[in-house]
């Protein structure tokens, strides 16, 4: 290797904003990044989500149903960030940056702390999983000791990002792709239950699906993969090329998460009736070595979701270094993740879909079909308050056709549609039809702007 190539090979993530990015990550880094993304222990302890879609949280979809809603939703879900991960590639700039494009410098800056927020929200789960579960694989011992040690490895992680990604293609990839054979193995030699059995009241068409709830377990689905598009343009401005962006993020993320989804799903119907999310997984042959390699490396979502928080907070002060801003983020989950808990995990779900599933829609109309890809994001690009008009116009939209389950939130959206006699309907997906009306509506502003220029 010449030296030239080990000095770019040794480049690391700028940082401040004011500094070029590195195009410096292959295919293969970004592919084995974002399939370990797709590999969660969100997956185990949330496949739950997917069976029981609703506020009350009775299983009501069969397993059978529940790994169908899985793979559609993360097959639409990985397009989408398979498009977004391609804005960072062919600009250069993080996620964030990109949206002074999509709707100018100052106006950015509501998406930008509603990013950092459902970062923050991230991060302080996956640290709260990582202690649960190592607090059962070990038996028990100091909760806190678990979660302290998480948070202290997600900050070494985000002080060296770009060269994270590679220590996870080299060393970590590997490890995983095993632990998940082993398990699948596992657990058909265990022998399976009836996967088309609808635990559920409300009975069920053929594989035991109630279709008007098997949109809205898509939708949960499909919001886990969406969770990563405001963040994916972070990385792939490190990516060579667009295609190997688009690639990586899209596929090998939606293949893992598929993967482990199902793993997760087969392993409630094998612990039915077991208090413990993660019980099958220890009560096979092995499983607590196998299932170690899945703690240890859950580490990557913690470090990938502090990391973005950093380079987001970037969008608003520019020449802060990122260096400084993780250790101090790595901190606050940590105590956050102390004092919280996973009781809302579906209410902060639907209402992360709400917010990102439109702003991903507005983004594709203007920037693949009326930019080509060419975008102004100086810190004083102007406002463009039409673009606002379509995000919320799909934002509107996720709401009326599934308000969620948060509160006093949910509450009043219920009363919108009451008054304006809004009924769900089964085929509706709230995620597509969100999606559908930002971009419409961002194409036909662009079309009315377009002629009034003209006129």
């Keep these: ?30 592919s084995a990044f974002w399939a370990n993304l797709g590999v969660s222990l969100f997956a185990f302890s949330g496949a739950y989500t997917v069976l029981a879609p609703n506020a009350e949280g009775a299983a009501q979809i069969s397993i059978a149903a529940g790994i169908l809603a899985t793979v559609l939703g993360t097959v639409v879900g990985g397009l989408m960030l398979g498009a977004a991960a391609l804005t960072g590639a062919r600009t250069g700039q993080p996620a964030m940056v990109l949206l002074r494009g999509l709707f100018g410098a100052r106006l950015s800056y509501l998406p930008t702390a509603l990013n950092i927020a459902q970062l923050l929200g991230w991060g302080t789960f996956e640290l709260i999983v990582i202690g649960d579960a190592a607090e059962e694989l070990f038996g028990g011992g100091p909760h806190w000791l678990y979660v302290v040690a998480a948070g202290v490895l997600t900050t070494v992680l985000t002080i060296w990002p770009l060269g994270s990604v590679r220590l996870l293609r080299r060393f970590v990839t590997a490890g995983v792709v095993i632990a998940l054979v082993w398990f699948y193995v596992q657990f058909f030699r265990a022998g399976l239950p009836d996967l088309r059995a609808n635990p559920g009241p409300a009975g069920g068409g053929p594989f035991g699906v109630d279709w008007n709830l ?228 961002a194409w036909l502003v662009e079309r009315i702007a377009a002629r009034t220029a003209s006129a």
Excluded at 10 to 15: F, I, R, S, T, Y
Excluded at 303 to 316: D, E, G, K, P, R
């Design 1 to 30: 290797m010449s030296s030239s190539t080990r000095a770019t090979v040794g480049q690391e993530a700028p940082l401040t904003l004011e500094q070029p990015a590195p195009k410096v990550l292959s295919f293969w880094d970004q």
């Design 214 to 441: 098997f949109w809205i377990a898509t939708d949960a689905a499909l919001a886990v993969s969406i969770s990563w598009v405001p963040v994916a343009a972070d990385y792939t401005r490190h990516a060579r090329t667009g295609r190997s962006a688009f690639g990586a993020a899209g596929g090998a993320y939606a293949l893992t998460q598929i993967i482990a989804y199902v793993l997760g799903l087969l392993a409630l119907a094998l612990a039915t009736g077991s208090g413990a999310p993660y019980a099958a997984f220890l009560q096979v042959s092995l499983g607590a070595l196998f299932f170690f390699v899945f703690v240890l490396r859950e580490a990557d979502q913690s470090f990938a979701n502090v990391y973005s928080t950093a380079v987001s907070i970037q969008n608003l002060a520019p020449r802060v270094d990122r260096r400084v801003l993780s250790i101090g983020l790595g901190v606050l989950i940590t105590v956050s993740a102390l004092w919280l808990n996973m009781a809302n995990y579906f209410g902060f779900l639907g209402l992360i879909g709400s917010v990102f599933v439109p702003l991903l829609g507005v983004l594709v109309a203007d920037f693949f079909l009326r930019a080509g890809g060419e975008w102004n994001t100086a810190s004083d690009a102007p406002a463009r308050w039409g673009m606002v008009v379509a995000w919320l116009t799909g934002f509107v939209v996720y709401q009326m056709v599934n308000p969620g389950d948060a509160g006093v939130w949910t509450e009043f959206w219920v009363r919108v549609r009451q008054a304006v006699h809004c009924t769900g309907q089964a085929w509706m997906s709230a995620s597509l039809l969100s999606f559908l009306a930002a971009l419409t509506t």
